[in-house]
């Protein structure tokens, strides 16, 4: 058994390894519960999560390789709703795009079906991308040391991610209390796991709530939706 100052005796790599098994596994983590689909290290922009469970099944939909990297696929994805239909001109006044980026962005998006034209060249809403913003979302961010980087890291999550946990190993814990009140103020979650027996413990429950962003939150869950239909 660890001290509580002992240093881990695996790599993160191993740490990881172990959780992504737990996380496949049909057990619920305790405080955050069953994830339908995980993903790990997936490119969401402002950062680079571990791992991302998703509680809800995605849209079928298939966006391509471009529409799956483009900002301004998603930040046009973000300024539209499925009601309160918005013009051309709007969209380009709101994203502060070229009139050409937005063109370009909206038929693509009108051709995966993901946003409805209302009326030639005129208004647009919502259609198959409301469900990217139905997606719940758990980011993890796993470290053995460096709770500075953690917290950071973890932080940028919040942007696209409805949950997001730190995962350490139990000694590290108290490494921690020095940034209890940044994880409180960002709703940042602290949990155990042991890769040795699997055992997850949450320390700190992650509050839910709504992304800081919805770009970011459309870009992220269109790249997670690449990565399910690949």
């Not at 240093?7 to 955050?32: I, K």
């Not at 013009?87 to 993901?114: D, F, G, P, T």
């Not at 913003?133 to 942007?159: D, G, H």
């Amino acid at each position: 058994m660890m001290s509580s100052k002992s240093s881990p005796t695996y790599s993160e790599e191993q740490m990881a390894d172990a959780f992504e098994r737990r996380l496949h596994s049909q057990r619920a983590l305790v405080g955050v519960g069953r994830f339908s689909q995980v993903f790990r290290e997936v490119d969401c922009h402002r950062g680079r999560p571990d791992f991302i469970g998703i509680q809800t099944r995605m849209h079928p939909f298939r966006p391509n390789s471009e529409s799956t990297h483009n900002i301004g696929i998603s930040r046009i994805l973000s300024l539209l709703q499925d009601h309160s239909p918005r013009s051309l001109a709007s969209l380009i006044e709101l994203s502060h795009l070229s009139r050409e980026v937005v063109m370009r962005s909206v038929r693509q998006l009108v051709l995966r079906r993901l946003i409805k034209e209302l009326s030639p060249g005129g208004r647009f809403i919502l259609s198959g991308g409301a469900e990217i913003f139905k997606i719940k979302s758990t980011a993890f961010e796993l470290k053995l040391k460096n709770p500075r980087r953690a917290v950071f890291q973890a932080q940028q999550y919040t942007l696209f991610a409805q949950r997001v946990w730190i995962v350490v190993p139990p000694s590290q814990v108290t490494g921690f209390d020095t940034y209890r009140l940044a994880m409180d103020r960002w709703g940042i979650g602290l949990a155990t796991f042991n890769p040795h027996n699997h055992i997850f413990r949450n320390i700190i429950a992650a509050k839910g709530g709504n992304p800081v962003s919805r770009e970011h939150q459309a870009y992220a869950m269109l790249r997670l939706v690449g990565h399910a239909v690949a």
